[in-house]
C-alpha cells in the first residue's frame, strides 16, 4: 500500500513540508489537515524532492492551498519537485504558475 511520510518544520516566515512517498487519495489525509491549517496564517514550502507519485488528489491539495494562498494573502511554494511530481504539476497547464523555488531561503513574504 501507499505511504506518505510528512515532516513538519518551522522558518521564519513558512512552514516547511517534507512530503516523501507517494500522495494520492489513499494517502492525502495528513497532507490536506498541514495544508489547510497553515496557509491562512504562514508560507507553506511543500519539500516534493521526496515524492514518487502525485494523482489528482494530491493536486487538488496542492491547487486549494495555492487558491487559498491567495485568499490569506501567503504564498504555496514547490521545492525541488521530483521528477514525478513535476510531470504531475505540468499535466495541469498550471506549472508556469505555481511557486517553484530550489531552497527555503528564497521564500518571499506575500
Same mark, same amino acid.
Given at each position: 500500500m501507499d505511504q #506518505? @511520510? $510528512?515532516r513538519e518544520k518551522k522558518g521564519a516566515? +513558512? *512552514?516547511l513540508l517534507e #512530503? !516523501?512517498?507517494a500522495c494520492n487519495a489513499y494517502t492525502i489525509t495528513e497532507f490536506r489537515e498541514? *495544508? +489547510?491549517?497553515? %496557509? &491562512? !496564517? /504562514? !508560507?507553506v514550502v511543500l519539500d516534493m524532492s521526496g515524492v514518487t507519485q502525485v494523482d489528482s488528489s494530491g493536486m487538488g491539495i496542492i491547487l486549494a492551498g495555492f487558491n487559498d494562498g491567495l485568499k490569506y494573502k501567503t504564498k504555496l511554494f514547490i %521545492? !525541488? &519537485?521530483s521528477d514525478k511530481a513535476? +510531470?504531475?504539476l505540468e499535466? /495541469?497547464?498550471? +506549472?508556469d504558475t505555481f511557486f517553484i $523555488?530550489? @531552497?527555503v531561503t528564497e521564500v518571499s513574504d506575500a
Open positions: #506518505l @511520510s $510528512i516566515n +513558512y *512552514v #512530503l !516523501n512517498g498541514k *495544508v +489547510y491549517a497553515n %496557509m &491562512p !496564517n /504562514t !508560507n %521545492m !525541488n &519537485p513535476r +510531470y504531475a499535466k /495541469t497547464g498550471f +506549472y $523555488i530550489h @531552497s
